[in-house]
């Protein structure tokens, strides 16, 4: 399907690897430009290089730490200046770190509130301008099945995910009609992220080995599998596009069908 994103600017938050990269390169499988940003500039190069190869937009990477709001601040403006407007924002960031409740300190809760909560606060307050000027501006925002069920070991994504829910069905309201907000919420899909839990549930002796815990973590899923990071990325090309041109204010679950809810 043809998404009609060429030429079209996108700007993909935590985008050096995972579910960001992939999404970063849907964009760029439909020759739109497209913005990526991490903090690890060794890791952020490699991912530039293999966007460039794969259409005929450009791509810009910008080193970024997503908790500093002048980091954020300075990432929009290059994007902007690089690409002449910014018709698209997605917003992800780094999982906040996995534990039970009493596993969790304050700094962690205020940690996980920066990373996740005001990194897409900063960025859409930045971006926004921009995506109305774009005229059919959208923010697509990457959160977790765990803001409609909960899991386990997770307490801080459990908690503090549903502010980023809350805040795109808020925006959803208050930038219609000229920009729409939406969120995607995956289940497993396997990226580093995944690899970290499985190898955290392997140390508190709930699998003997990685390969127990991903095979695991897959036979709880209704389709049969961990998801490809692919598959979350292109969901969010689409609900960027003009194909769903009168979706917004939605959290589709991307989970291969995990939720029970
Ligand atoms: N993978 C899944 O199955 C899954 C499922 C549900 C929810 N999620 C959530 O989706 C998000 C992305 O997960 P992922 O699996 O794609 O993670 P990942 O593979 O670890 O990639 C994270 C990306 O974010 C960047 N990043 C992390 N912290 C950053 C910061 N402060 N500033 C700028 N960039 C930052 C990383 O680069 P640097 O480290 O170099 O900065 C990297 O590019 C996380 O919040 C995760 O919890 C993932």
Not at 33 to 59: M, T
Not at 149 to 176: M, P, Q
Not at 237 to 261: C, E, H, I, K
Request: hydrophobic share 40%; charged share 25%.
């Amino acid at each position: 399907m043809d998404l009609h994103l060429a030429d079209d600017v996108a700007l993909v938050t935590a985008s050096s690897a995972g579910l960001g990269f992939a999404s970063a390169q849907s964009f760029a499988r439909e020759d739109a430009d497209v913005a990526i940003c991490g903090r690890d500039a060794e890791r952020l190069a490699a991912a530039e290089a293999a966007l460039e190869s794969v259409g005929d937009g450009r791509v810009l990477a910008v080193q970024t730490d997503l908790t500093d709001p002048h980091d954020v601040s300075a990432l929009v403006e290059d994007t902007v200046d690089a690409f002449g407007g910014l018709d698209h924002l997605v917003t992800s960031a780094g999982g906040p770190p996995s534990g039970s409740f009493h596993d969790v300190e304050d700094r962690d809760w205020y940690g996980a509130y920066d990373t996740l909560v005001m990194s897409a606060v900063w960025t859409v307050r930045e971006a926004h301008p921009h995506l109305e000027d774009s005229g059919a501006g959208t923010w697509t925002a990457i959160t977790s099945r765990s803001v409609r069920e909960v899991i386990d070991d997770l307490v801080l994504s459990n908690a503090v995910r549903r502010a980023v829910v809350g805040l795109v069905k808020s925006v959803s309201h208050e930038f219609a009609p000229s920009v729409r907000a939406n969120a995607v919420l995956p289940g497993a899909h396997e990226t580093s992220r995944i690899t970290e839990l499985v190898e955290d549930a392997v140390d508190r002796g709930e699998y003997d080995d990685y390969e127990e815990g991903l095979a695991a973590w897959g036979e709880d899923v209704p389709l049969g599998r961990i998801g490809d990071p692919e598959e979350l990325g292109d969901v969010v090309a689409f609900l960027a596009s003009d194909r769903a041109s009168y979706v917004t204010g939605v959290s589709v679950p991307v989970d291969g069908g995990s939720l029970r809810s």
